[in-house]
């Protein structure tokens, strides 16, 4: 399968999320590929070496809609992420967000609760609609369930749709009657 020129945006995106700026010397003939290994210390978003012609596509493609600034300073290339750039990772980060399953269940139930006030109801709509994508169960309105740590995806949502204050999560031994639980999560 060939990989696009948005996925290696969406890769560069990332690294640069992590990395923060970049500088790579300006006078280097490899400019695309230095600067590449540059963002990509942290081998989690880059798996493999990519084409010049496409690279210099992807970064064309992200400077001309503003994601990415390109500068040069002291005789180096700076690479810096653009606010547009940075919401950007964060609407990447929460299309790629997953519960990983682990492979033995630790007994535990994690309910996240809310009250999100009406004037942020676009942000609790936006909650609920990521809980039931992530495979949560809803157990009334305001509280959705599932068997396996979640906390960091939780707090991630929570700070992306900025409804901290209104989201709790409780872990809990026991739920009574949970075997409708345990039958949609194939527990049993």
Known sequence: MRERYGEIAKNILLGLAITGA??????????LLNLTKEIS?????????????KLKKAFEKMRKNKL?????????????????GKRKVKEIQLDNLKIKRPPIWDKKWRMVIF????????????????LKELGFYQ???????????????????????NVVPFVNIIIADKITNDLKLKKYFKLL
């Open 22 to 31: 970049v500088a790579v010397a300006a006078t280097s003939p490899y400019f």
């Open 41 to 53: 210390k942290n081998r989690k978003y880059f798996k493999k070496e990519w084409d010049k012609r």
């Open 68 to 84: 990415i600034i390109l500068s040069e300073k002291n005789g180096k290339f700076i690479v810096e992420l653009t606010e547009k």
């Open 115 to 130: 009250d999100i006030p009406n004037k942020k109801n676009r942000a609790r709509e936006a909650l609920r609609l990521k």
């Open 139 to 161: 157990l009334q309105k305001s509280v959705w369930v599932i068997p396996y740590p979640c906390e960091n995806e939780i707090q991630f949502l929570a700070e992306l749709f």
